[in-house]
């Protein structure tokens, strides 16, 4: 599938809302309803969610909840057609300079055991296990693994954070 427009990641907002659960119900077994996006957009003062586009389309998303001093991943999903194109990278680099932006330490998200390609994505990106929670997903009971970036101020995290900010601006010269 051939790009023609530019990808744009921007922040979130109702009328992403049917894209998104497209993205949803392609993506995960028990997808987020509608109305739990629309609670998140307009009455979650701590959510901050953005989406990847191409035109119109929405192809990606991923959103935070401000926690104290931890912007902790609450959904994160790219469309199947758009996988490992580095549409998730963008979203996860936004999101990091997003909880930079309001101030969050660290960054923390829960993704299932069997889900190797998007641990392998997150432990890319600084990730690191943490911890587990024993049957956390109520579809299949499945277990998730804890994962949560170093202090986001941490020289070491500033340097990955840069590389990828050149390599963002690479692929969007391309």
Known sequence: MAV???????????????????????????P???????????????????VARVGTRVIGFGGIWLMVDDAHITTFGVHPDWRRRGIGRRLLLELAELAIELGSARMTLEVRFGNAAAQALYAGFGFVEAGTRPHYYSDDGED???????????????????????????????
């Open 4 to 30: 023609t427009a530019p990808i744009l990641i921007e922040p979130m907002g109702l009328a992403d809302i049917p894209g998104v659960l497209d993205v949803e119900r392609l993506s995960f077994n028990a």
């Open 32 to 50: 987020w309803p509608a109305f739990a996006f629309h609670q998140e957009l307009t009455a979650n003062r701590m959510a901050r969610y953005l």
């Open 144 to 174: 998730a693994l804890i994962m949560t970036t170093p202090n986001l101020d941490d020289p070491a995290m500033q340097q990955r954070l840069a590389a990828e900010r050149a390599w963002a601006r690479a692929e969007a010269d391309r």
